[in-house]
């Protein structure tokens, strides 16, 4: 036999194997309508349920064409499968009606689950709905998240778009190793309550080359994260990159090891921010870096408020007891669309300590801007703005 036969047979043998060990599951075979209309919650929890129950890395797939999904909730305690792929190729549509799924929480849930990933699709949250209720002060629910993962392991989100969702587009909730990458968000910008992708309680998570604009913050890190990697990210409109809100609860555990790095921020409300309420708490953020930044038109370039208490409710006349250390600024540069390009905000309890400012270079109407510091200490070199409160 030629050494061509033996490679064909080879090559045959090994596809085969691969497509063996991978098993697809449609979901239209299990009844799910590219129409836009139909309800097809069902069927995608029973191709979930198949791919679970799968002994051997299993993918689910999604052809073109929009489906419709009432709410999906995924549950991993019981799969046996370790390797559960989506692919979505088509568009995932929330009912248009808000009242649906408005009171519901989440829209589409993971929960306990490993090695999940996600490649592609649109999940659409048509929220605009509840929008305008929401500002037209009707009594309104309170709205979903799009897309949320609890307490789950080993998790890949990539080349996703969500769009218009009710509130939080994108939410990782107490999971470790989760890489987001490519994704898009994209809501407009006086929507409320929409962040773009919200991490809190997490661990090991990175967020690599995505493209976001939104009615609210970008990214926002809650408590509990740590060891956050935040990369190539171009942000707007919205509110930025925010730590915080924190310090909410009086037992509340701390941010660290947070890098934010290569950020576009283009006519945004904020630029990098970190908030926490005016209310006693052991919280902390610590161990951040902010570097290689580009500001154009940002209310807000950086941005650090420990007096964080709106409409004066719950927390007059108090001090954050959240610790904030060991921040750096590094490399910042741009325009910003007021007066003030740095503003440290910090507790009168517990000062702010350990800020470093490098080659931050902001500008007003081709003036450097201002810095305007309270409670803060640490050093800064390299700057255009003046810097005597470090």
């Not at 349920?49 to 073109?64: D, F, G, M, N």
């Not at 519901?104 to 999940?116: H, R, T």
């Not at 870096?289 to 370039?301: A, K």
Request: hydrophobic letters at 35%; aromatic letters at 8%; one cysteine or more.
């Amino acid at each position: 036999m030629s050494s061509l036969a033996i490679f064909s047979l080879l090559f045959i043998f090994l596809f085969h194997l691969s497509s063996a060990a991978n098993t697809m599951y449609n979901i239209q075979t299990f009844g799910a309508k590219s129409n836009g209309k139909t309800d097809s919650s069902k069927a995608f929890l029973s191709a979930w349920a198949a791919a679970c129950a799968s002994t051997s890395p299993a993918t689910i797939y999604v052809p073109r064409g929009s489906y419709l999904i009432r709410n999906a909730y995924f549950y991993g305690q019981t799969c046996k499968s370790k390797a559960i792929t989506i692919r979505i190729d088509g568009t995932l549509l929330a009912p248009s009606d808000y009242n649906v799924i408005g009171n519901d929480g989440n829209w589409i849930k993971f929960e306990k689950v490993n090695g999940v990933s996600i490649y592609g699709g649109i999940f659409d949250g048509q929220g605009d709905g509840l929008w305008d209720c929401k500002t037209s002060d009707k009594n309104c629910p309170k709205g979903t998240t799009a897309l949320a993962f609890y307490n789950s392991n080993n998790i890949i989100i990539s080349g996703v778009t969500a769009q218009n969702s009710q509130m939080f587009h994108i939410l990782v909730d107490g999971c470790k190793n989760v890489k987001l990458q490519g994704v898009k968000v994209s809501a407009p910008g006086n929507s409320p309550n929409t962040d773009g992708i919200h991490v809190q309680l997490s661990t090991e998570v990175s967020i690599m080359n995505c493209h976001i604009g939104t009615g609210d913050d970008c990214i926002s890190i809650g408590p509990g994260n740590s060891n956050l990697w935040i990369e190539g990210i171009a942000c707007g409109p919205g509110h930025g990159i925010s730590i915080g809100s924190l310090g909410w609860k009086l037992q509340e555990p701390g941010v660290q090891n947070v890098t934010v790095k290569s950020v576009t921020f283009t006519g945004t409300e904020n630029g990098v921010r970190v908030k926490t309420w005016a209310r006693p708490s052991n919280g902390f953020v610590r161990g951040v870096r902010f570097q290689h930044i580009v500001m154009t038109d940002v209310q807000n370039p950086i941005i650090i408020d420990q007096n964080y208490c709106p409409n004066h409710e719950s927390c007059p006349h108090q001090g954050s007891g959240v610790k904030i250390s060991d921040i750096t600024y590094q490399d910042i540069h741009g325009t910003s669309a007021t007066e003030v390009g740095v503003k440290f905000d910090c507790s009168k309890v517990n000062p702010c300590s350990g800020i470093t400012l490098e080659n931050v270079n902001i500008s007003y109407k081709n003036h450097p801007a201002e810095a305007s510091c309270v409670n803060a200490g640490g050093r800064a070199s390299g700057l255009e703005q003046p810097t005597s409160c470090l």
